[in-house]
T-cell receptor
Framework: GENVEQHPSTLSVQEGDSAVIKCTYS??????FPWYKQELGKRPQLIID?????GEKKDQRIAVTLNKTAKHFSLHITETQPEDSAVYFC????????FGTGTSLTVIP | EADIYQTPRYLVIGTGKKITLECSQT?????MYWYQQDPGMELHLIHY???????EKGDLSSESTVSRIRTEHFPLTLESARPSHTSQYLC???????????????FGPGTRLTVL
């Protein structure tokens, strides 16, 4: 089956700096890669996703890149703000969803 | 508004009790999922379903069962609750990629279960 690894597990950045979270996957059949943001006590929310026929996607301050050959994808957050503080999960999917173990991001004002 | 609903939102129950966690979605999705998650930690897949009368086991399926009699409804039953079941349970749904859907998965608000 699929195996998704996510790094780092915790990340602290100064407000205004960039944050990068990286994930790798093992199954080349996976073709959909979403990223979720989960604030304390709330449900995971889809923030951006990318499909295997695209190498990069951007939505305002967040972007995702995908390298199918190397089987890794990354989340980039620029100009971080305190409200970006949350746990972020990556996932890889063809039918089922396989999640990474999460990254706790803290943005220091 | 299309959404995923879970009841109860909070439940405190004694060891050995049988409980059913309810999940309903008005997203029009075929696929539904149950995950177990300790706060801020990894999501563990318990069960999933591709559609009516379809149920599959995930990584943590032991000691629980699900049913899918209606497209919009996917209840999870713990036959005999134990303290180790104390956790948050998240229901999710997604479209059917093979039927032309986008496969985006959305989560319900969760049920926080405490077993004493």
């Amino acid at each position: 089956g699929e195996n998704v690894e996510q790094h780092p597990s915790t990340l602290s950045v100064q407000e205004g700096d960039s944050a990068v979270i990286k994930c790798t996957y093992s199954d080349s059949a996976s073709n959909y890669f979403p990223w979720y943001k989960q604030e304390l006590g709330k449900r995971p929310q889809l923030i951006i996703d990318i499909r295997s026929n695209v190498g990069e996607k951007k939505d305002q301050r967040i972007a995702v890149t995908l390298n199918k050959t190397a089987k890794h994808f990354s989340l980039h957050i620029t100009e971080t703000q305190p409200e970006d503080s949350a746990v972020y999960f990556c996932a890889a999917s063809q039918n089922q969803f396989y999640f990474g173990t999460g990254t706790s991001l803290t943005v220091i004002p | 508004e299309a959404d995923i609903y879970q009841t109860p939102r909070y439940l405190v129950i004694g060891t050995g009790k049988k409980i059913t966690l309810e999940c309903s979605q008005t997203m029009g999705h075929d696929k539904m999922y149950w995950y177990q998650q300790d706060p801020g930690m990894e999501l563990h897949l318990i069960h999933y379903s591709y559609g009516v009368n379809s149920t599959e086991k995930g990584d943590l399926s032991s000691e629980s069962t699900v049913s899918r009699i209606r497209t919009e409804h996917f209840p999870l039953t713990l036959e005999s609750a134990r303290p180790s079941h104390t956790s948050q349970y998240l229901c999710a749904s997604s479209d059917n990629l093979l039927a032309g859907g986008y496969n985006e998965q959305f989560f319900g608000p969760g049920t926080r279960l405490t077993v004493l």
